[in-house]
């Protein structure tokens, strides 16, 4: 992979929300590989904990801080942390998000959970940016990458407070990566489908039959791996993409193509 231009991370420094499993957890690493010295954000203390003794089983640098992507001064208080053990933010991948508890029609959908689904999938994404631009500006360049999700392109049916936050991922993108795109900071989305993650196995129910579901309507017949977004992920943030501006990846094996 090419990243920066003397060919890794080293000296840079990358905050990384939803770090405690999943697509989290691989990006951080993956960040540790390539040099990086990195923020492992999350509400889960056991979850963060265990990525940053993992980055630090690689031989990398990092901490853990506790972020609820919903309070603002958890937000705040998590990057001056970053800033004051590794000294600059240069990468964000602002990834914390929850599936949603309730399948319902949009009259039917519960106004607490539609509340819960956008406070922490959209409100939450745009917290993080809000307090990560400054810092990187002081830099004078680098990237963001925010999750969003195959929901956010398509419709999904009895998922509405979903659909919408994951949409407004991109739309929020979209006009972020304008406002700053002069100031050199690239800012752009990662839309993953089917993940193989914890959060996929509360989805599944954990079961055969529920994988089975879920393998079914992939193209490609499996669902994708924490670490093929971790490089897209990756890739975005680096020099090999400082063309690409507002962009929405789609990383879903086909499953939005149909």
């Not at 954000?41 to 089983?57: F, L, N, Y």
């Not at 529920?210 to 669902?223: D, L, Q, S, T, Y």
């Not at 943030?237 to 962009?247: E, K």
Request: aromatic content about 6%.
């Amino acid at each position: 992979m090419t990243t920066n231009e003397n060919g890794s991370y080293k000296g840079k420094v990358a905050f990384v929300t939803g770090a405690a499993s999943g697509i989290g957890r691989a990006t951080a690493l993956a960040f540790a590989r390539e040099g990086a010295s990195v923020s492992v954000a999350d509400v889960s203390e056991p979850g963060k904990q265990e990525t940053a003794r993992m980055i630090e089983d690689l031989g990398g640098q990092a901490i853990a801080v506790r972020c609820d992507v919903t309070r603002a001064e958890d937000v705040k208080a998590a990057l001056d942390k970053t800033v004051e053990a590794f000294g600059r933010l240069d990468f964000a991948f602002n990834n914390a998000g929850i599936e949603p508890k309730q399948a319902a029609p949009t009259a039917e959908y519960e106004e607490e959970e539609w509340n819960r689904i956008i406070d922490i999938d959209l409100r939450g994404v745009f917290l993080c940016m809000k307090h990560e631009i400054p810092l990187i500006l002081k830099q004078g360049r680098g990237a963001i990458v925010n999750t969003s999700s195959g929901a956010g392109i398509i419709g999904i049916k009895s998922s509405p407070a979903y659909t919408a936050a994951k949409h407004g991922v991109i739309g929020l993108t979209k006009a972020a990566a304008l406002d700053y795109a002069s100031q050199n900071i690239r800012v752009n989305a990662v839309c993953p489908g089917y993940i193989d993650t914890p959060m996929m196995g509360r989805f599944t129910g954990g079961t055969d039959e529920g994988r089975a579901k879920v393998f079914a309507e992939e193209p490609v017949g499996r669902m994708g791996k924490p670490e093929e977004i971790a490089e897209a992920v990756l890739w975005l943030c680096s020099d090999a993409a400082a063309f690409v501006v507002g962009h929405a990846m789609v990383i879903d094996g086909g499953q939005t193509v149909q």
